[in-house]
């Protein structure tokens, strides 16, 4: 991977980010920046999942739960933790805990993750060759044990 920055390596701080995500709530409002951040989400899922290989119907959920955790997770860009990716009928749920959005918000905190949902949301459009609608359907701040995200097809 190409280092982008020579002193300060490839990463950000949460607090910048998350000040930069609370500036455009303040200027945007709050819907307007929740797709635009669902939408940037998207777009980073299926460039990450593009770069990991990942065609239609070329990997189990399981594999991409694995690859996209090295991408996202600890190893990688520090996005979140993937903990499973599991299909349930025609729903693809995503379990994720230390999510980039959940930090540093407080218990009972309406926050979703959007960038992060929508990440996933991109990656396993690309993995699967389908048009896919997602939901925040749990969330750690509301007291679950994960961030969980429901994808289903159009």
Request: proline share 2%; charged share 25%.
């Amino acid at each position: 991977m190409l280092e982008l920055r020579k002193e300060l390596g490839d990463f950000n701080s949460i607090i910048c980010f998350k000040a930069a995500i609370t500036g455009m709530e303040e200027a945007l409002g709050e819907k307007a920046t929740a797709i635009a951040l669902t939408t940037a989400g998207r777009a980073r899922g299926k460039k990450v999942a593009e770069n990991l290989g990942f065609t239609k119907a070329s990997h189990s959920l399981n594999d991409a739960a694995n690859e996209l955790n090295l991408a996202l997770g600890k190893e990688g860009t520090r996005l979140c933790i993937v903990e499973k990716i599991v299909a349930e009928g025609e729903i693809i749920k995503v379990y994720t805990s230390e999510t980039f959005c959940s930090a540093g918000e407080p218990l009972n905190s309406p926050r979703k993750c959007t960038f992060t949902m929508g990440a996933f949301w991109g990656a396993i459009e690309q993995i699967l060759g389908k048009c896919l609608r997602g939901t925040h359907t749990k969330s750690v701040l509301q007291g679950g044990t994960h961030d969980v995200f429901e994808l289903v097809p159009f």
